[in-house]
C-alpha cells in the first residue's frame, strides 16, 4: 500500500519552512497511517504523528519501530532523538496538573524542532507565590508557553513579568461553563497585558511549533 | 398620573428583605418614571433609580428634588444620604479606569444600603504588584467587589489571597472577542481559585447589594 | 512515586485562606492521584477530592483508607470527619431530584469547610407551594443555596422571599435547548431578584465552598 | 404608486386562516407601506401594521386616516376598532414595566383578533405575592400570555399555578448577560412546568396572534 | 425504601392543574425511581414517566408491572389505559421517520392526558404534496403537533395552512450546522406564519401536554 | 492621489475569472474610493461597487459620472449597461418586502455578469399558493436565488419543487432570535431538500456571482 | 412489514426532480431501514442510503444484495453501478486525508447522479504549490468541490484560481476551537472570492447532490 | 486634576518589561484622559494612547501638544517619533483596504517600540499572485503580521510559505455571518500550517506589540 490517493507528504517542507513534517493523526485509518510512515521511513524525512490514539500507534510502530512514542502527549516523534538544541531557552507552564498532557505535546514538539526546554507545572493563579517563584526561569527564557484551562488567567499575569513574548495555550479542563476550553480561549485572546499569542484548545504542537520559531536563532 | 397601569411598587420590600427598593430605569418612559418617583415620594420608600439614562433623569428629580444623581454610576439616590454604616467591610476593586462606572454602581450600593465601603482603581493583573500593594486592604474586608473587563482575571487572582468571598462582576470592556463582556463573564464562572460569585455583565448594582448582604451584621 | 513535576500542592492554604485543600480529579491518571494523596497522607493536609471517577477511587482510596468516599457526589474527604460546625446555617435547596448529585457536592463541602448544612430536595417553581412551605427553614439560614437545571428559576423566587444571600449553581439537567446548563446558568445571571451569587455549572464545591465563606463566623 | 413588484398581499387570508392580515413594517421604505397601506384601503382587508417606526407612521396614516395607531406597540389597527369578543379570555402579564410595550402588543393584537384581553402589570417572581394576588384571573383565563425579560422565570411560575396554557415571550429587557433576550428564551423553552408556548424575543404580535387561535370558540 | 429526601411528587396536580403527574427519569437512579414507582401505586396518582433510559426501566416496572412502556417513546405510562378523549382533535406530523420517537412521545402524551389524536409521519416540505394531500386532518384538528429537525420548515407551512395553532417541535435530527436541534429551534421561533407555538428541542412530552391543554373541551 | 499603498485592483480578474472586478465599499474612506474608482475609469476595468454608503456614493459618482447607482441595492455599476445575456435564466425570489434591497443586489449582479434575470417579490411559504404560482417561472430558470430572512424555509421548499439548483441567501429581517439572520442561515444549511447553495447573510452580491457562474453557457 | 406508518417514499422524484431518491439513514431502526429497502426494491426506484452506520448496513444489504456499500463514504447505492456520465466534469478536492470520507461520499453522489468526477487529497493551503499544481483539473472542472476541515480557507483560495462555481463543504475535522466544523463553516461563508456555495458541515451527499445539479448537461 | 482615584500608571513598566506604557482610551472620559496625559508628560514616560475616540483626542492632545495623532489608526505615540529601529523586520500585511486601519495600528506600534515595519495592503487570497508577488519581503521579515478579516484566510497561506511566525489579527470586515470578526478569529485559531499567533478582533496594538517582542534583538 502506498500513499497514493490518501496523502501526498510535503516532504521538502524543511527546506521550505526549516521544520520537520507533521501528521495530524485524528480521523486517519490504521491502513492509512501506516503507508505514510512507510513513506516517511523510506524518505527519511523527520516527522511528528501528532494527536495519535491507542488504535493507531501500532500502525505507525510497525513501519517506524524505532520511533519514540509519548503516550501522555499523544505525539510519536521520528526520529526519537530531537537534534541538539539551538536559539533561546522555552518555558512550558502549565496551570494545573489536568493541562499536563497538553504542556508536555509542547515542550516536546519545541524541544524536536531543536530548542532546550524546561517544563513547570502546577503554577496557578489561584496560588500566585507558585509564579513568583519561578520569576527566574521566566527571565531566563526567550519564549514562555502558558497552557491554562478554567479561567485561562494565567497567561495576563505571566505576560505582566516578562518581557518576552507568551504563547497561550486553552485547555478543555473545567466545569460546565468552560463550554470545551471556551472560557480559556476568551480569557486568553482578552489578556489585558500586551504580548500573548493564543493558539487552538489544547493545541500543544501548535504552541511548540510556535514557540520553536519565536526562538530560533 | 399615578403607577396604575404601568407599576406595582414594593413598598414592603424593606421589611421583607430589609433592604431598599430599586426602579430599573431601563426601558421606561420619562412619563412612567415620574409617575414613580411621585409614589416614592409620596410613601417614602428608600429607593435606587438605576441605570438611568439622562433623558430620564429630569423626570425622575422633578419628584424627588432632593434626591442624590451619580451620573458616572447612572444612579439616583433617594433619600441621598445613605444610612449609618453596620456590618463588615467592602472592598471594590476596579480592575481597570473604564471599569469604573460599574465599580462606582456597586460602591455606592453597598453604602446606601448600609455598608462602610472602599473604593481602588485600576489594579489589573498584568501589574501584579498594585494587587500586592493593596493586601492590607483586601484582607480587612468581609467581601470584596471586583470588577473587570477583557480577560475577567482579576477575582481569581483576588480569591487566591483571601479567606473573604469574592463577588465578581465583568464588564463589556474589551476588544472585539470579549464578546460584550462574555469573556469576562466565563473566566469568572471558571475562577480557578473557590469563593468567586458571579453576577451579570456591567450589573454594578447586583454586585452592590449582594455583597451587603454577605457582610450584613 | 512523589508529586514532583506533576503537581505541587498548597499545603498553607489552609493558614493562608482558612479552608482545606482541594484536588480537582478530573483529567488526572490514577497514579498521579495516588502520589498526591500519599503526600496529602504523610503532610496531614485536609483535603477534598472533587469529581472522582470510578477508575481514581481506588488509587485514592488505597494511601487514605480512612477518607470517606460520596460517591453520588463525587468526593472523597479526608480526613472523613467534618469539623465541628461554627458560623452560620447553610440550606442547600433542589430544584429536583436530578440535581441531588451536586446538591450533595455542595452540602458535603461546606460542611466539610464547618458549617451547619440542611439540604432539602425537589422543590422546583412548578410547586410554588412546596417552596412556601420551607420558608421557615430558608429565613433561619444565613445564606441559601440554590441547585437548579432546566430554567434556573428557583433562585429568583427564594432570593425575592428572603434577606439571605443566594448562591445559584446551574446543573445540566434538561431537554436539548438547556444547552448543557447554559440555560439555567443564563437564567440566574439575570436573576430578577438580587442577592444572587452565580457559580459554574454543576459546581456543587465551588458552591459549598462559597457559601461557607459567606455564614464564616 | 402600486404593489406591484414590492409586495403581493393575501386578502384572502381572512377566508382561508380566519384572522386579518399583518404587515410587517420593520425594513420597508414609506413609499413601500404607503402603496400597501392603499391597497388594503382600497379592498377594505382588516389588517395590523406591526413594528411601525416613527418615520413609517405618516405614509400608513395618509392612506388610511382611521386607522389607531399605538404607538407604545408599535401598532397600527384597520379597522381601529377591534371586533366584539368572542372565545375565551386573554390574561396577558407583564413581569415588569420595561416589558409593557411587548405586552400591549399581544394584548391589542389579540383583541384585534377578537377575544376579550386583561392586562396586568409588573407581576414579577421577585414579588410572588403579586403574582398570587391574580391567581383569579389567571384562573379564569383560557389563555395566559406572559411577557418577561431578564431570566424569564415568570412562564414556569404560573404554569404551575393554572391548567390553561402559557404563552411565553421574551423579550430584550436586561443587563448585558441577557444577551438581547437569549437568557429569558432558553429559560422559557426550559420551563420546568409543562404547558408553555414560547414564541420570538420581543415578539407580542405573535404571542397575541397565539393566543388568540388558542381562545378560539 | 422511600422517597424522602429524594423526592416530593405532586399528588394534587391533578386537582391543582387537572393532568396526571410526570416524572423526568433523566439522571435519577433506578433505586430512586423504584421508590418513586412505588408511592405512585400507593398513591393511585395517574403518572407519566418520561424519558426512561433501558437500565431504569426495570426498576418503574418492577412496582408498577401493569404500567404500559413505549421503547421508542421512551415512555412509561401508568395507568397503561388511557382515559375515554374529551375536547378536540390533535393532529401529530413527524417531518421524517428520524423524527418518529419524539412524534411518538407527543401523541402519547396527549392520549393520555385524554385527546384523540393522529399521527402521520413522513411529511416533510421537500415534498409539498404529502403535506397537502393530509389538508383534510390538518384542518379537523383543534391544534397541530408538528416534529422537524434539520430546517424546522415545516411549521411555517404547515401554520400558513390552518386557523388552529401549531406546537412545533424542533429535533436534534440532522448534519453538523444543525447543532443539536439548534437550527430548527431557531427557524421554528421565527416562523414567518403567526400561531407557531415552540417547545424545547426533542420535547415530545411538553408538546403532546401543551396540545392537550389547547385541545381541552 | 492614488491607489498606491491602499488597494490593489485586479485588473485582469476578467481574463483570469471572467468576471468585472468587484469592490467592497464598508469599511473605506471616500478619499480611498475616490482613488480606486478614478484607476477603474483610467484601466476601463467593468466594476462593481458594491454596498456603497451614502456618504461613499458621491466619492465614486464624481469619477465615474456615468456609473449606474442603485439605491436600494448599494450598488454602482460601472459601465452603467449590463452586457448583452448569455447562458441560462436566473430567477430570483423575495420572500417579503423586506428582503427586497438584497434580492434586487443579487438580481443586478446576475445581470452586469452577463445573465438574463427575473425578479419575483413576497412568495414567503406562509402562503404556499404564491409559490406554487410560480412553479412556470422555478421550471424555466437553470438556477434559482432565494432570499429570505426569519425561518429562512424558502429554499427548501423551492428546492423540492425543482431540479435546478437552488442559491439560498438569508438575510438579516426578523425579530430578536433571528439573531442577525443566524437563523434563516442554519435553516437554510439545513434544508431538507437537497440542491440548496447557501451563501454569506445579506450577501446579495455573492449570490448574484454565483447563480452567474451556474448559469454560464 | 411494511413502510406504512414509518416512511413515505418519494418515488416520483425522480421524474420530479430528475434524481434518485436519498434515504437518511441517521436515526432510523434496522426495521424500518428493512422495510424501505424491500419497497425500493419492489418500486425499483434508484437509490442511496446515507450516513449508513455499522448496525444498519445488514438490514439494508439484506433487502438489497446487490447494492454497492462504501464503508469510508458511509453510503448505500443501488443500484450499485452509476449510470454513464453526462454533463460537466466535477472534480473534488479533500484539504487532508481526513477529510477523505467526505470527499467520497461527495463523488459518489456525484456519479450516480450521472456525472464524471475526479477526487483528488491532500491539497490543503499549507502547501499551495499542491494546489498550483491542480490548475490543469480545476480549470477543466464545470464545478469544483472543496473538502475542508479546520480553517476552511481551501475554497478561497480555488475560488480565486478558476471561473467555475465552487461547492465548499466543511468538515468536522481539527482542534476544539473548530467547534465541530463551525471555523470552517464561517470561513467558507465569508470566503473572500465570490463563487463559493456553502453546504451543511460533514454533508459530502449534499455537495455531491448540488454539484451534479451545477454540471447538468 | 490628577489620576488620584481614576487610574494608576504604571510607569516603570519600560524598566520592568522594556516596552512604553499603553493607555487604553475607550471607555475614559476626556477628563480622566487628560488628567492622564498630563501625569504622562510631567513623569516623561512613553506612552501609547489606543483606541482614541475624536471626542477624545483633543483632551490628550491639550496635554501633550508634541504627541503624534495617526487618526485612521486611532493612536497618539508620545513621544512622536519613534525610537531608532533595532532586532528583526516586521513585515504587516492587510487583506483589503478595508483592514488598513487594524494593519497601521500594528505598523504604528511596532514601531514606536523599536522596531523597523514594512506594511502592504490588498493582498488576500483571492488574488494569490499578490501574495506570492511578495515572498522576497515575506522571507526578509523576523515575524510577518497579517490583518485579515472575511475568511481569515491569509495567515494560513502565507504560514505555509515562510519560517517565521505569523501574528494574524482578525478584522471585523464582512458580511452578516463575519459575526463581528469570530469567522475570521475561528479560521485564523484553526489555521492548518503551524505557525500562527493569535490576537483579539481588531487589536493592531496588540499585534505590534507582540511582532516587536518576537523580533527582539
Not at 11 to 27: F, K, L, N, T
Not at 109 to 132: M, P, Y
Amino acid at each position: 500500500m502506498t500513499t497514493e490517493g490518501i496523502a501526498e507528504l510535503d516532504h521538502d517542507r524543511a527546506s521550505r519552512r526549516g521544520y520537520p513534517e507533521a501528521v495530524y493523526c485524528a480521523g486517519k485509518t490504521p491502513a492509512q497511517l501506516a503507508a505514510i510512515a512507510a513513506e516517511v521511513r523510506d524518505r527519511g524525512t523527520p516527522t511528528l504523528f501528532t494527536r495519535v490514539e491507542p488504535g493507531q500507534v501500532e500502525a505507525v510502530l510497525a513501519e517506524l519501530p524505532q520511533a519514540g512514542y509519548h503516550e501522555d502527549a499523544r505525539l510519536i516523534a521520528w526520529p526519537p532523538e530531537p537534534p541538539a538544541p539551538t536559539g533561546g531557552l522555552v518555558a512550558v507552564l502549565a496551570a494545573g496538573t489536568s493541562d499536563l498532557p497538553v504542556a508536555r505535546e509542547a515542550a516536546l514538539t519545541a524541544t524536536h524542532l531543536g530548542r532546550a526546554c524546561e517544563l513547570v507545572v502546577d503554577v496557578g493563579v489561584a496560588g500566585l507565590h507558585r509564579v513568583l517563584n519561578r520569576l527566574d526561569l521566566l527571565r531566563r527564557a526567550r519564549v514562555v508557553v502558558v497552557v491554562a484551562g478554567m479561567d485561562g488567567a494565567l497567561p495576563s499575569v505571566v505576560a505582566g513579568l516578562v518581557s518576552a513574548p507568551v504563547v497561550a495555550v486553552p485547555t478543555s479542563v473545567g466545569y460546565g461553563a468552560s463550554f470545551g476550553g471556551l472560557a480559556a480561549l476568551l480569557a486568553m485572546l482578552n489578556a489585558c497585558a500586551p504580548g500573548v499569542a493564543v493558539v487552538n484548545i489544547d493545541n500543544g504542537y501548535g504552541a511548540g511549533h510556535l514557540a520553536a520559531q519565536i526562538s530560533a536563532p
